[in-house]
């Protein structure tokens, strides 16, 4: 995920701490104005702000949200998505849209609310995201990249022994940024992993201090019986169906939902109104 992403969501947690107690400083303010308990006040305004809390969760598992590298149209869709989703959700938690939910209406909207929160998840088990491939094949792969003149990304997993308890294997997932070369074990050494294939396994030695993985690859015990293995490569898959999609269901599901709480209101305020010419 994009680097800002991440920071934004660290800095809007950390503004959010206001709100939200033990800290809750907005929540004591508020407190000492009504002299109310400031704990009982901050977890009730919280209760109502639960919305700002699931906000950068948005944005974290849907950056199109933060407009970077989007167009205006994928922009102008996230944003009307997004406030769908919120309204979902704010119906959602606080049970009423048009009327009172029933719990089933409740449910619903939950559902709708994490479909447009996250479209993704439905669409990697609709379509998986990446292509599992055994960790030697990855000299295959960048071979077939001879002649490129930009760096390659790869989504790599190592597994070996813990370097405090070696009977315990331990896994690390990473990005590799491999240098285009026609080597590719020479692009490898680049990118921080150096590695033989040895019995069918790609096998990696320790990397040295300084080295690109030398930090995420120290957890890893390199004189134990057994070795630290490249042992898998995820491809992108190309392709996949666009995340548009997804809303769909989610859009009608809302609709369904709209509908029958007009009916209800309807049949209420109808209801309402016959008692109101009776008396």
Do not use: K
Not at 10 to 17: N, P, T, W
Not at 26 to 46: L, M, V
Not at 104 to 119: C, D, K, Q, S, Y
């Amino acid at each position: 995920m994009p680097l800002v992403a991440v920071h934004l969501f660290v800095f809007y947690f950390g503004i959010l701490a206001d709100d939200t107690p033990p800290v809750g400083l907005a929540a004591f303010a508020a407190a000492a104005i009504s002299r109310g308990d400031p704990i009982r006040t901050g977890i009730q305004g919280f209760s109502y702000d639960i919305r700002t809390a699931v906000l950068p969760f948005m944005f974290i598992f849907n950056t199109d949200i933060l407009l970077i590298d989007v167009g205006f149209v994928d922009g102008l869709v996230a944003v009307v998505v997004t406030t769908i989703g919120m309204l979902a959700f704010c119906s959602a938690t606080q049970r009423f849209m048009l009327i009172r939910n029933g719990l089933w209406e409740t449910l619903l909207l939950l559902l709708i609310a994490f479909t447009m929160f996250r479209p993704d998840f439905w669409l990697d088990r609709w379509v998986p995201p990446f292509d599992l491939r055994p960790g030697p094949e990855i000299v295959a792969l960048l071979e077939a990249d001879t002649g490129a003149t930009v760096p390659r990304d790869l989504r790599v997993r190592f597994v070996g022994p813990d370097f405090d308890d070696a009977s315990r294997m331990v896994t690390r997932n990473t990005i590799i940024r491999v240098p285009p070369t026609d080597d590719a074990f020479a692009g490898l050494a680049e990118a921080g992993v150096v590695m033989v294939l040895e019995d069918g396994r790609a096998v990696v030695g320790e990397p040295f201090p300084g080295t690109p993985l030398f930090q995420e690859l120290q957890g890893f015990d390199f004189y134990a019986d057994d070795p630290v293995t490249l042992d898998m490569v995820l491809v992108e898959i190309t392709g996949r169906p666009a995340r548009e999609w997804v809303y769909l269901p989610a859009a009608l599901l809302l609709g369904l939902v709209l509908l029958l709480q007009r009916r209800r209101r309807a049949a209420l305020l109808a209801d309402q109104s016959g008692q109101v010419r009776q008396n």
